[in-house]
């Protein structure tokens, strides 16, 4: 990493380009060739990939690219809301709105930073949104690609001012996997979750790591800092660390993607939701205080080893 820093310009590794929609998008790159794409339409991560230049996250080949509709793939950010359990549209505004890049945005840790390509964004309420959401936030979220490939995704939401507020969130990421049935999730067991299948009843996973037959949507309740999903065909193991999210884990399954009109019919079998997200116990911010919510996600080639 060392001779990486000394020769690799970061900042020339950051590109701005235009999407199919003419919004910004940023394109993060790596010394080693690995890129990340970033949409300021939804501040949504549309692409990650690694040094061989494979796609690390799922899209649609009938994903609508036009606002104000979210792309079916890649890392959507669902705010304030996550899911259907309020009053604002499925999974929130946030992910709809044009971000800005922040080009000032209060520090880090030092280690967010270095040797890292990246970029901040943030998300004010518009007029529009304050009428459906009156609340005073800031979002900040910093998207960076690290030297070994690693995507991190830090979330800063702050109340600037005004009343206390409830949010849910999430990071809705679409995980691209060989073939659904093939694909394991550790981490997992033992955990309690509620089953979106059946009106959110509570049940505990069993001993096993998680494998999927058909259609799931499940929300856990608490959730380790490491989780694993292991992907046997490609000998591909994606390891998610977050930080106080515990999350959801969704795949359509047939019946469900055929009804989505930005779902080709097979393609959950390409597809895994992972996310790391705060759902049952909404997070509370009195005016002034800032709540931050980190996802990295790396690849291993070999089985996952417990690190948590
Ligand atoms: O189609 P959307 O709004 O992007 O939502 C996709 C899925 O998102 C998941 O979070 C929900 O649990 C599923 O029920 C839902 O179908």
Redesign the pocket.
């Known amino acids: 990493m060392g001779h990486y820093a000394a020769i690799w310009d970061h900042k020339a590794a950051i590109e701005v380009t235009k999407d199919w929609n003419g919004i910004d998008q940023v394109v993060l790159r790596n010394p080693r060739g690995a890129s990340v794409r970033v949409s300021l339409h939804g501040g949504q991560v549309t692409s990650w990939r690694n040094d061989r230049g494979e796609e690390l996250l799922f899209t649609s080949s009938k994903a609508i690219f036009k606002p104000p509709k979210?792309m079916?793939g890649g890392i959507?950010i669902c705010f304030p809301q996550?899911?259907n359990c309020g009053s604002l549209e499925?999974?929130g505004f946030a992910r709809n709105k044009i971000w800005s890049i922040d080009e000032n945005p209060p520090p880090l840790h030092p280690n967010d930073s270095l040797g890292k390509s990246l970029v901040d964004l943030l998300l004010k309420p518009s007029d529009e949104d304050l009428k459906c959401w009156p609340r005073c936030f800031e979002f900040r979220l910093r998207v960076s690609l690290a030297a070994d490939g690693k995507l991190t995704l830090i979330s800063r939401i702050r109340n600037i001012n005004g009343k206390p507020f409830h949010f849910s969130f999430?990071y809705?990421t679409y995980l691209s996997v060989s073939d659904i049935s093939e694909v394991r999730i550790e981490g997992l067991e033992t955990l309690d979750y509620l089953d979106?299948l059946c009106q959110r009843k509570r049940f505990t996973e069993q001993g096993d790591a998680i494998t999927f037959e058909s259609e799931v949507?499940r929300v856990y309740l608490s959730s380790p800092n490491v989780i694993a999903v292991l992907d046997h065909e490609r000998k591909r193991t994606y390891v998610i660390r977050k930080e106080g999210l515990p999350g959801?884990v969704?795949n359509?399954w047939e019946k469900?993607a055929k009804a989505?009109l930005d779902f080709g019919d097979d393609e959950y079998k390409q597809m895994l939701?992972v996310?790391g997200a705060i759902i049952e116990k909404p997070i509370t911010l009195k005016p002034g205080e800032e709540w931050t919510g980190r996802l990295e996600l790396g690849v291993v080639p070999s089985s996952f080893c417990d690190e948590g």
């Open positions: 979210a079916r959507p996550f899911g499925q999974h999430a809705h979106n949507d959801l969704w359509p469900k989505m939701c996310d």
